[in-house]
């Protein structure tokens, strides 16, 4: 009855030897690699400055704008969100999505009583 | 000032971790999960090289992507809903009628 | 009168449509269409003869392009033009009246026969009319071998035009085998024509003969001769274009075809296979002189090939029973008289004698197809005898027919072949092939004699050997209005050239070289004479009026040697088959020297296995390549696709697998590991 996750150990696992190289090769070519100094910020607030560049205002900080995209990402937004619901709304609900019997599937999986495991 | 570099192992690690996630798990909400850590570990280089050059583009960014993300997480939620209608189940390996 | 030449294009297509009107109305229309190709060829025939005047006023060719296939001139361009000159000219007025008269005869032929099938009778007609003329006035070598292919499905339509019986079809098939056999040398003459070139012009500054003169001169660089001599590859050229001609002029060895297709109605085989159709070869080569002039080797070929077709078809003939027959071989062999003229250099002699013997023999025809009416269609010359006073009128066009084909002074046949006989000795004189080659026609000159008035005897002379001899059936005006106008013209047609009349006298009446003297730039006798000159060492041989007249008198002597002959062993009233006296001679001739036999064999023991053998070449190696090939890739496939398992983490392992490869590739090559 405990709820406490265990470690699994098996041949699952061994895909997971693909993510390990894959740090393996980027942690060799990280490590290595020389940067110039780090310029950083020298004065002001960097929350404030995001904000200012946010709406296309000039903050203590110098950067280019983002309003344009700032909206598109609302937009972007509200469509995923809109999206999200239709594809959670149940089916046999209403007939105002168009489809017309909760038979109908997407992707043509098991049919009622059909065991695919 | 800690090198550029710590940042981009830290990032790869983390991205690393979500690829490993992905790569062994069979449940689609943690394969969600996995996702978001390796979209914040895009963040991250994000904001390293923000530093690294003194420009703000970079941290704007991040916030752009952990919208994108949201949006992400809202569409994946919805198709894991639709995953589990059809299959009664969220085990990703069982939803394998796409194939040849 | 550039007014005339508008009207060119109507030469061809009236005949077109009346085509079109047989072909979909025919059967609504009181004479099956008759009428309709009647009225087409009739305008056809006023046209052609306004063209001739036009041309006769004027002296300059007439030269239009109509339609342009491919406009680009590199690396050549396609197009449909009209020439018209002296010899197009000529010509047409030639088809056009055959064609006109033969319409006319078709309606007691056909017609009052109550044959079935008109409106495709007389479709065909038309739309063979129409080929030829179209062929006749083309510009350009690819036009012409259009029309030229156009005017051999139409043979093929009409030989088989009684398709229900055995022998048509099989006639039909054979004359179209034959003809598209010469015709596949034609075409890749004609692509090398132009590939070579760059046009297939006949006429004008760019015409292929200019160009291949200028090449030769050394004036034009850039010909691509396909690393040939350039002599020798325009010969291999001529002889390609030669094969062609070979086939549709019936000239040895491809003449099998024309006995075969005397199994098509009687004015199918004055028309097409007497006067015009076959006249095409002879034609072509005459259109193109310019180009063969430059080649000795190919003159030398046509010339002997045109002697010895003259002496062999005339042997074959003697030994004939039919009637059509008989003037089937007499076709081929009249027309190897043409093409030892051509060889020779004797153009005027050449065209001369094709105007003449399209003239006599389209009148033999029509007055054998006469003869075979009034006999009930049995054509077997055993069975007829004593129809001159039966058949008056039909007796004495056939016979000035007759005297024309035997070449029987004054007829219009032995102006033409005492001249063609003239040129081969002028030009045997001083080099042997041509000489035996003049040999060859001198001797087919006796046969010819032969044949012909054993024809004539066995036909109408002589006492009736059958009952239906002894009353024939009776035929209306509109058969002999043709023998009559025909008959006429084969008698005075010759006096168009006499030649050796004007040797003897100096009068100037050899309108025939007057008429070819004049023309378009390079397509003057002129011009071809002095080509011939430089090109083929056909020097100017300068003859004395004593050999013009002797040269005339030995080809009459023969002539009539061979008339008498045909006089002592036929004219008499109940003549024995003198022929079998001959015995296995008679044999080989009546089987035509098992031409047919060997060309069968040709076909069926050699072609055929080659053929076999190539398939299975075929089948077996190039496809088994291909689908072995195709077979590899359908495994492969099939295996391949099995990746595709359809889960997702699948996917993502290959994914990052392949990453982290590129990556280490990359990264090695770029140094990032340092």
Not at chain 1, 5 to 32: D, T, W
Not at chain 3, 142 to 148: I, L, S, T
Not at chain 3, 667 to 674: D, P, R
Request: proline share 4%.
């Amino acid at each position: 009855m405990t709820t406490r996750p265990r470690l699994q150990l098996g041949r699952h696992l061994l895909s997971g030897l693909a993510a390990v190289a894959l740090f393996a090769v980027m942690a060799a070519a990280f490590l290595p690699a020389q940067f110039p100094p780090v310029r950083g910020f020298e004065s002001g607030s960097i929350t404030a400055s995001i904000g200012y560049a946010l709406f296309d205002l000039s903050g203590p900080i110098a950067s280019e704008y983002f309003l344009v995209a700032f909206e598109i990402t609302g937009v972007l937004l509200v469509a995923a969100l809109t999206g999200a619901v239709m594809l959670a709304r149940r089916e046999n609900d209403s007939n105002a999505t168009g489809v017309a019997s909760r038979d109908v599937r997407t992707d043509g999986g098991p049919q009622p009583g059909e065991d695919r495991r | 000032m800690i090198p550029s570099q710590y940042y981009l192992v830290l990032s790869a690690a983390v991205f690393c971790i979500g690829l490993f996630g992905i790569l062994t798990r069979r449940n689609a909400l943690i394969f969600l999960m996995s996702v978001e850590l390796m979209l914040n570990a895009a963040n991250i280089n994000f904001v390293a090289f923000s530093i690294q050059n003194g420009n703000l583009t970079g941290q704007v960014f991040s916030l752009f992507t952990i919208a994108l993300a949201a949006a992400e997480v809202a569409v994946g939620i919805g198709i894991i809903l639709v995953l589990y209608r059809n299959f009664n189940d969220v085990d990703v390996t069982t939803a394998t009628t796409m194939r040849w | 009168m550039a007014g005339a030449f508008q009207f060119a294009p109507a030469i061809a297509a009236l005949p077109f449509v009346s085509f079109l009107i047989a072909l979909f109305g025919g059967r609504f229309m009181p004479k099956r269409g008759a009428f309709a190709g009647i009225t087409a060829t009739g305008g056809s025939l006023l046209l052609s003869a306004w063209m001739y005047f036009a041309v006769l006023s004027s002296g300059e060719p007439h030269l239009e392009i109509v339609h342009t296939f491919i406009a680009v001139t590199d690396p050549f361009t396609l197009e449909l033009g009209i020439l018209i000159d002296q010899l197009s000219a000529l010509m047409l007025l030639i088809v056009s009246l055959i064609s006109f008269l033969v319409f006319v005869f078709s309606l007691g032929y056909m017609n009052d026969e109550g044959e079935t099938g008109l409106p495709r009778y007389y479709a065909g007609l038309s739309l063979f009319s129409f080929s030829m003329l179209a062929f006749v006035m083309a510009s350009n070598l690819f036009m012409a071998f259009m029309f030229f292919e156009l005017v051999g499905l139409c043979s093929y339509l009409l030989i088989g035009f009684w398709f229900r019986a055995d022998a048509p079809p099989s006639a039909a098939k054979k004359a179209f085998l034959v003809t598209r056999f010469g015709d596949y040398f034609f075409l890749v003459g004609v692509v090398g024509v132009l590939g070579t070139f760059g046009t297939s012009a006949f006429a004008g500054d760019g015409s292929f003969p200019v160009l291949a003169e200028q090449v030769l001169a050394g004036e034009t660089v850039g010909i691509n001769t396909f690393g040939f001599d350039p002599q020798t590859w325009f010969t291999i050229l001529g002889l390609l274009v030669l094969g062609g001609v070979m086939g549709k002029s019936a000239q040895f060895p491809l003449h099998t075809w024309l006995p075969d297709a005397m199994e098509g109605p009687t004015p199918v085989s004055a028309l097409i296979h007497a006067a015009t159709m076959v006249a095409a070869g002879v034609y072509l080569v005459a259109r193109m002189y310019g180009f063969y002039a430059l080649s000795p080797t190919a003159l030398a070929i046509i010339a002997f090939v045109g002697g010895f077709t003259a002496l062999f078809a005339a042997t074959m003939g003697v030994v004939k029973r039919e009637i059509k027959q008989v003037l089937a071989y007499s076709t081929i062999s009249q027309y190897g008289y043409m093409m030892l003229a051509l060889g020779v250099g004797g153009y005027v002699a050449g065209v001369f004698h094709l105007t003449t013997h399209a003239v006599f023999k389209a009148l033999l025809f029509l007055g054998a197809g006469a003869v075979i009416v009034a006999m009930h269609h049995d054509e077997d010359m055993w069975k007829m005898g004593g129809l001159k006073d039966r058949l008056p009128v039909t007796y004495y066009t056939f016979l000035a027919g007759s005297l024309a084909l035997a070449g029987i002074i004054p007829f219009s046949g032995f102006w033409s072949k005492d001249e063609v006989l003239f040129e081969a000795l002028l030009r045997g004189m001083d080099n042997p092939i041509f000489f035996a080659a003049y040999a060859m026609a001198l001797l087919g000159v006796f046969f010819t004699g032969f044949y012909t008035f054993r024809m004539v005897f066995l036909t109408f002379h002589g006492e009736p050997r059958t009952t239906v001899a002894e009353d024939p059936h009776q035929f209306g005006w509109n058969m002999k209005f043709p023998l009559v106008v025909l008959g006429v013209l084969a008698t005075v047609i010759g006096f168009i050239n006499m030649t050796p009349i004007a040797e003897l006298t100096g009068a100037h009446i050899e309108f025939l070289h007057v008429w070819f003297e004049h023309g378009g730039e390079a397509l003057t006798v002129e011009h071809y004479g002095a080509l011939l000159e430089q090109w083929a060492n056909y020097g100017e041989v300068h003859a004395g009026s004593a050999l013009v007249v002797a040269s005339g008198a030995v080809s009459l002597l023969f002539a009539l040697a061979g008339a008498g002959a045909a006089h002592v062993l036929y004219n008499v009233p109940n003549p024995d088959e003198h022929t079998d006296k001959l015995g296995s001679i008679k044999t080989v001739l009546f089987n035509n020297y098992y031409q047919d036999e060997y060309q069968v064999w040709l076909a069926e023991g050699l072609t055929a296995n080659v053929a076999r053998g190539a398939d299975t070449f075929d089948q077996g190696i190039i496809d088994g390549a291909v689908n072995s090939i195709s077979g590899v890739s359908l495994s492969l496939g099939d295996r391949t696709r099995r990746i595709q398992t359809g889960d997702v983490t699948n996917y993502a392992t290959l994914l990052t697998a392949g990453l982290v490869v590129l990556l280490v590739a990359v990264g090695v090559l770029g140094g990032w590991f340092v």
